[in-house]
């Protein structure tokens, strides 16, 4: 049974930095394709990040380039999301999804593409 488990969120100040962790059990991973998203009260739901298990490739949202980045350690089914620089504006929940393809969505990190989800973990960027 598919599992998804995020944690590492909680208070930064502008400019700090977080790392969110996501734990994928239940499926074999090189066979998925893993996102971040986030959401705030009232708005759709924002794709940030994706990244192929098996070959490592990723993609990012405007808004996080350069200061996001997303990586992968196999031997833990596990999936970060390096948050620098951080601004209030990324204050939100943040959700790992699962998509079963091995690639990510190749014309944006959409929700639709992905079957399932965590049930998020709240960062807030505050002084």
């Known amino acids: 049974q598919l599992q998804i488990v995020e944690s590492g969120g909680g208070l930064v100040q502008p400019g700090g930095s977080l790392r969110l962790s996501c734990v994928v059990s239940g499926v074999i991973l090189d066979y998925y394709s893993i996102g971040w998203f986030r959401q705030t009260p009232g708005q759709e739901r924002e794709g940030v990040s994706c990244i192929s298990m098996s070959s490592g490739s990723t993609n990012y949202a405007d808004s996080v380039k350069a200061r996001f980045t997303i990586s992968r350690d196999k031997a833990k089914d596990t999936v970060y999301l390096q948050m620098n620089s951080l601004k209030p504006e990324d204050t939100a929940v943040y959700y790992c999804?699962?998509?079963?393809?091995?690639?990510?969505?190749?014309?944006?990190?959409?929700?639709?593409?992905?079957?399932?989800w965590g049930q998020g973990t709240q960062v807030t960027v505050a002084s």
């Open positions: 999804a699962v998509r079963g393809f091995s690639h990510c969505p190749e014309d944006g990190i959409k929700n639709p593409y992905f079957g399932s």
